[in-house]
């Protein structure tokens, strides 16, 4: 029987992609599969047991952004170490989009930049918790803009749409499941989304690249790591069933009605991927100074 910790509570992007993935992989494999939520810290108490364990296949994690290449530049003390867990395969990547309440008179990167100019330092933009990937694209949005915004943390995605719902703060970066319905009935104004092209679920929201906040690229993801030491072969079936998993149509259906988009690739793919991640949030978090709290 193979473990899979998920590192957030049941219901998230995480958890529902596995749980699309799980019969797939179990029939491939032929081998039983149980999904264990163990959510906290950001992903990093999930990552810790999987880091702890046996490295015999039989115990494997989703890994999100954050706790591999976001928190490590935060906290000199993890519970665990990046290096303790074997890369497998990404699995999805999930773009966010910056929205602003719909009492806000911004509708455009280029409004929203008056109006925070207009306003130094009065602005806020909420987003789903310190040291996530959203804490760092509301951080990366604030510094290639120019624009001095108070970046605000919630506990998760649901409480910060929420707030930018009520108009308890003017602007939030939301992931596509928690924002797309909000922003198609017009409750929310869609200022752009994260990635480098525009998404299919949201073809008329301009990505913020395309909106003058040239070069601006970030998405979230989560990916497949076991316990370092697992032997290669191992983690070359792992990979080869996982990857074929996320080809199958009734997954990328599954996957792409979260507003995400499957992304497998090879274990080597992956740990060169994690290491450019880690690389590109260091640098801003080093040039601009962000801090956890």
Not at 59 to 86: E, I, S
């Amino acid at each position: 029987m193979i473990k899979v910790i998920v590192t957030f509570p049941p219901g998230g992007s995480a958890d529902i992609v596995m749980r699309a993935l799980e019969p797939v992989v179990a029939a491939e494999l032929k081998q039983g599969f149980v999904i264990e939520n163990r959510a906290g810290a950001g992903g990093n108490i999930g990552m810790a047991a999987v880091a702890q364990a046996r490295p015999d296949g039989y115990t494997l994690g989703v890994a999100p952004a954050g706790a591999l290449t976001v928190t490590p530049h935060f906290n000199q003390t993890m519970p665990f170490d990046p290096k303790d867990l074997a890369p497998i395969t990404l699995l999805a990547e999930i773009p966010f989009v910056l929205v602003a309440s719909g009492n806000v008179p911004a509708h455009s990167v280029a409004e929203t930049i008056a109006l925070a100019r207009a306003k130094p330092g009065a602005l806020s933009i909420g987003h789903g918790g310190n040291s996530t990937a959203m804490h760092l694209t509301a951080a990366l949005f604030t510094q290639k803009a120019g624009v001095a915004m108070e970046l605000v943390p919630y506990r998760g995605t649901a409480p910060a749409a929420v707030d930018v719902l009520a108009g308890h703060v003017p602007f939030a970066v939301l992931d596509i499941p928690a924002s797309k319905q909000l922003i198609l009935e017009g409750k929310l104004n869609a200022i752009g989304v994260s990635s480098a092209r525009r998404l299919p679920t949201l073809p008329d929201v301009p990505t913020l690249a395309e909106s003058g906040i040239g070069g601006f690229e970030s998405v979230g993801w989560f990916g497949l790591v076991a316990p370092a030491g697992t032997p290669g072969e191992i983690v070359a079936r792992l990979n080869a069933a996982f990857v074929k998993a996320l080809g199958d149509p009734s997954v990328i259906e599954k996957i792409r009605t979260l507003g995400a988009e499957p992304a497998p690739t090879s274990p080597e793919q992956f740990a060169r991927f994690i290491q450019s991640e880690s690389a590109k949030w260091g640098k801003l978090v080093s040039e601009a100074g962000i801090k956890p709290n």
